[in-house]
């Protein structure tokens, strides 16, 4: 069984300033995915990030990164110059290669970024 | 480009009336379609998923069902809504690479 832990149920950063978020998981699967997924106020839940676990390379999207560590099975979502539309609930999962139907969810960190 | 469409937005039902979700896949063939139920505080729970036309797996009892009467539709119903039904439904999609397309999600208030 694969579980994922946010430990940060809320947090808040000033507009412009870099917050990470964390992310801890098990899995006994050794091909796995990561995302980060962004839920803003109105609802519609995007995808932000995803790792793949077999590469070392932290994924980057912009103003987004992570820092993954397998070994720690740690994967914390880092946002730089934070800006008002960051503002969200933000789920960290994880699915094993080719297992849609096994992700699995955390239960989110929410996110308020303050002008 | 692939689009997600899920209806209706807000619904408020009486306890023991029917239900019925819909959702409706646009600018992909054969995805991956998924119910989940967000709950306060408790994440995401996936509710049904569905590989094909009529193929559907639920992962946990309840009082819910879904169907696929077509490949890029996906319902989800209830004969008699209790008041534990209460919730907010996403619908998405996938395709093997894992990643999920949500729907707006529909807000469900039993009274």
């Known amino acids: 069984a694969q579980t994922v832990t946010q430990s940060q149920p809320e947090m808040s950063v000033q507009e412009a300033e870099t917050v990470t978020l964390s992310c801890t998981y098990d899995?006994?699967?050794?091909?796995?995915?990561l995302f980060w997924y962004k839920q803003p106020p109105s609802r519609q839940m995007i995808l932000v990030i995803r790792?793949?676990?077999?590469?070392?390379q932290n994924a980057t999207e912009n103003r987004f990164s992570v820092n993954f560590q397998k070994a720690a099975k740690s994967f914390s979502l880092k946002i730089s110059d934070s800006q008002l539309g960051d503002t969200a609930m933000y789920f960290c999962?994880?699915?094993?290669?080719?297992?849609?139907?096994?992700?699995?969810f955390g239960k989110g960190t929410k996110l308020t970024v303050n002008p | 480009s692939q689009t997600i469409h899920q209806w209706p937005a807000t619904l408020v039902q009486p306890v023991g009336s029917p239900l019925s979700l819909e959702c409706t896949v646009e600018?992909?063939?054969?995805?991956?379609l998924y119910w989940y139920r967000q709950a306060a505080g408790r994440g995401l729970q996936l509710l049904f998923y569905?590989?094909?036309?009529?193929?559907i797996s639920s992962e946990v009892p309840q009082n819910l069902s879904a169907s696929r009467p077509q490949d890029r539709q996906f319902i989800l119903s209830s004969k008699k809504l209790l008041l534990s039904d209460s919730g907010f439904y996403l619908c998405?999609?996938?395709?093997?690479?894992?990643?999920?397309?949500f729907g707006e999600g529909s807000r469900l208030t039993v009274l």
């Open positions: 899995t006994s699967e050794s091909n796995y995915y």
């Open positions: 998405a999609w996938s395709v093997i690479s894992g990643e999920l397309f």
């Open positions: 999962a994880i699915s094993p290669q080719g297992g849609s139907e096994k992700l699995v």
């Open positions: 790792q793949e676990a077999y590469k070392q």
């Open positions: 600018g992909t063939s054969n995805p991956n």
């Open positions: 569905s590989v094909g036309i009529g193929q």
